[in-house]
């Protein structure tokens, strides 16, 4: 384990069968803690759901497509951690400022709701696609979905402190799935080319979303090395990694709150 700039730089993980590599913030407090950890079960679980599609009947990659098609995994293995404690297309009401500093209020959806170990959580997810085989961010498919996907989970702040569950506040935070790819046909020198590519895409992502902003650096980066099988039985294109990137935001008082439970 490596620190640098309040960065703490895991070494490689394994869960199910499974091999992940992560970066998150050093912070100590209960409600980060908790999210961090709700964070990182959700994705080892989603993680494990994907290797279900690749088998002997058939081979497709369920984190390839959209946002949308990601809740074929998100949403049960969201519900097993929370006790199925979840709602997905939870409508809210959004709070924004417009050109003329007004404040706008628009009806929208949040795209998870869900209580764990006490607390109450928002989630907001986003989905994009980085080439590995090149050292640069997309920035229209990329950096600016993480900076909407933030504006979102600002615009409901007032909204989410009217919940009354009993919970020990509401945490508010951003689950942006990034999978890496090539154009080209899989095979073995690609995933070499990808394991090796994995410290520079660490760094750069975690630079690069906090360009514009430096407050929405994120708080957790984590990727799933893809096990070669699966990526080599989907031939038609590469997509040997899956990357979490998270924001995790202080909770919120909201109505029901209560100290403990």
């Not at 989603?46 to 998100?74: G, H, W």
């Not at 297309?89 to 959004?94: A, D, G, I, S």
């Not at 994995?198 to 906090?210: A, E, Q, V, W």
């Not at 040997?240 to 008082?253: E, F, Q, S, T």
Request: positive net charge.
């Amino acid at each position: 384990m490596l620190i640098i700039y309040n960065i703490i730089i895991m070494g490689t993980i394994r869960r199910n069968g499974l091999s992940f590599l992560e970066m998150t913030s050093e912070n100590k407090n209960e409600y980060f803690i908790i999210a961090k950890e709700l964070i990182e079960n959700l994705f080892f679980d989603m993680s494990k759901l994907s290797t279900n599609y690749c088998n002997d009947f058939f081979c497709e990659l369920p984190y390839i497509f959209s946002e949308r098609t990601l809740s074929s995994i998100l949403l049960p293995a969201l519900s097993k951690l929370c006790n199925s404690l979840v709602f997905a297309e939870m409508p809210t009401v959004r709070c924004c400022s417009n050109k003329r500093f007004k404040v706008d209020e628009t009806t929208g959806r949040i795209d998870y709701w869900c209580i764990y170990k006490g607390y109450s959580f928002v989630i907001e997810v986003k989905h994009s696609f980085d080439c590995f085989t090149t050292n640069k961010t997309r920035e229209g498919k990329v950096t600016r979905r993480w900076i909407k996907m933030n504006e979102q989970l600002e615009s409901i702040k007032e909204d989410i402190k009217t919940y009354e569950e009993k919970t020990k506040g509401i945490i508010r935070i951003g689950l942006h799935f990034v999978i890496s790819y090539s154009d080209k046909p899989s095979n073995k020198e690609l995933i070499a080319q990808f394991t090796q590519s994995i410290p520079n895409t660490f760094t750069r992502l975690l630079k690069d979303m906090s360009k514009r902003y430096p407050s929405l650096r994120p708080d957790m980066i984590i990727c799933w090395k893809i096990p070669p099988r699966i990526v080599l039985d989907y031939d038609i294109r590469t997509f040997p990694g899956l990357w979490l990137m998270a924001k995790i935001y202080n909770p919120i008082n909201h109505f029901g709150k209560i100290e403990s439970l």
